[in-house]
């Protein structure tokens, strides 16, 4: 490159297009087939629209999935909890003291193994998790994501052979 000579990337490359001048679309070529790519942004676009859904309640997605485990499994302890959902024991530690300052969840230490830290939520908790499950499992705005029943139970068995999570015989 000379003195004065504008770089271009593009330039003298061969299979590499110019970018082009409008603010179109982006071609994400093989992108677009990539899984792990797929994944993130569809994980994106479902919390876009759960925080425009229940942002006004204070509904984190997260914490209600936790809620949910703990009150289908009273007395779970924290880190196989942690472990299931996949969440960093730090992070687990902050969510769990958020939810005991909103007084949804009790922490408890049995007196026979001090390391073990078991969950269960209040009468609040579970009161807000009965509140709310419609919502969180149901058929309203959050949930427009545009595909027909079919095709979210089978994507939803998709993911659950993809991550390894479940049953493999529920559909």
Request: net charge negative; aromatic share 8%; charged share 30%.
């Amino acid at each position: 490159m000379n003195e004065g000579d504008t770089f271009r990337p593009d330039q003298d490359r061969p299979g590499v297009e110019a970018a082009p001048d409008t603010d179109g679309a982006v071609s994400l070529h093989e992108l677009e087939n990539s899984l792990g790519f797929l994944l993130r942004i569809s994980q994106v676009r479902a919390y876009e629209r759960f925080y425009a859904a229940f942002d006004e309640i204070g509904l984190r997605p997260g914490e209600f999935s936790v809620m949910w485990v703990i009150l289908r499994n009273p007395g779970v302890r924290q880190g196989l909890l942690a472990e299931t959902l996949g969440i960093k024991p730090a992070q687990m530690t902050k969510m769990i003291r958020r939810l005991e300052v909103q007084d949804r969840i009790r922490r408890i230490i049995p007196d026979d193994d001090r390391r073990s830290v078991r969950l269960y939520l209040t009468e609040g908790g579970e009161a807000f998790v009965r509140d709310h499950r419609d919502a969180f499992f149901g058929h309203d705005d959050y949930h427009n994501h545009g595909l027909s029943e079919a095709e979210c139970r089978q994507l939803a068995h998709l993911l659950r052979r993809y991550s390894g999570v479940g049953r493999r015989d529920v559909d």
